[in-house]
């Protein structure tokens, strides 16, 4: 079956480093990849995605790029700041059997202090 | 206004009890889900619904029931709720096949 692999962290950077979150993925078909960001207390929402083969996502400084030969969709930014604190989720979305499946990674806690 | 709400927000309850959540959207989307989500496993899906009459299980469905009351709402039902089932509930939804899902605030659901 599919299957999202990140580290749960916490990721603890300071203020202005420069952030990787490591995401790879197993599926069967072609799935399109997402990044969901978590703050606290809230529900995930849409950070960027990708939908097929070298794709770049980007959004508020993040971008990913959808890697099929290296089966990757790491999350990137160049400079941080204390609010990108939260938990973030690498997920795929693939057709199985004719309805959409998403697959979700454990989620890593990003931590940023000033 | 949120296009996905949930209530309720927060929720503690005895073993034994049947507990319903709800959850309702204003994106005219008609498939909605059901997530619960435990340190360290992320979400796992519970119940799935592309519309009023075709609802799925998904998972993690035993122990839990759904309703899909109309296009807007989706209801979680734990006929009788056991410790276990303590986690975070989240209501989702998406336009459709291998879209972005849209999630609510989420549920605290404790079980005593």
């Known amino acids: 079956g599919n299957s999202v692999t990140q580290m749960e962290g916490p990721v603890t950077l300071s203020e202005e480093a420069f952030l990787t979150i490591n995401c790879t993925y197993t599926a069967t078909g072609y799935p399109s990849l997402f990044w969901y960001v978590q703050y606290p207390g809230e529900g995930l929402q849409l950070l960027l995605k990708a939908t097929k083969a070298d794709d770049k996502g980007s959004n508020k400084g993040f971008e990913a790029t959808y890697r099929k030969e290296t089966t990757s969709f790491h999350l990137e930014k160049g400079s941080v700041q204390v609010s990108d604190s939260a938990v973030y989720f690498c997920?795929?979305?693939?057709?199985?059997?004719?309805?959409?499946?998403?697959?979700f990674g454990i989620g890593t806690k990003l931590q940023v202090i000033p | 206004d949120a296009d996905v709400t949930q209530t309720p927000r927060n929720r503690i309850t005895k073993t034994g009890k049947r507990i319903m959540l709800e959850c309702s959207q204003t994106k005219g989307h008609d498939r909605m889900y059901w997530y619960r989500q435990d340190p360290g496993l992320g979400l796992q899906l519970i119940y799935y619904s592309f519309d009023v009459k075709d609802i799925n299980k998904g998972e993690i469905s035993d122990g839990y029931s759904v309703s899909r009351q109309a296009q807007a709402k989706f209801s979680l039902s734990l006929e009788s709720a056991i410790p276990n089932q303590t986690a975070l509930y989240f209501c989702?939804?998406?336009?459709?096949?291998?879209?972005?899902?849209?999630f609510g605030p989420g549920t605290r659901l404790t079980v005593l």
């Open positions: 989702a939804t998406s336009e459709g096949v291998a879209d972005t899902q849209y």
């Open positions: 997920a795929l979305s693939d057709l199985g059997g004719g309805y959409q499946k998403v697959t």
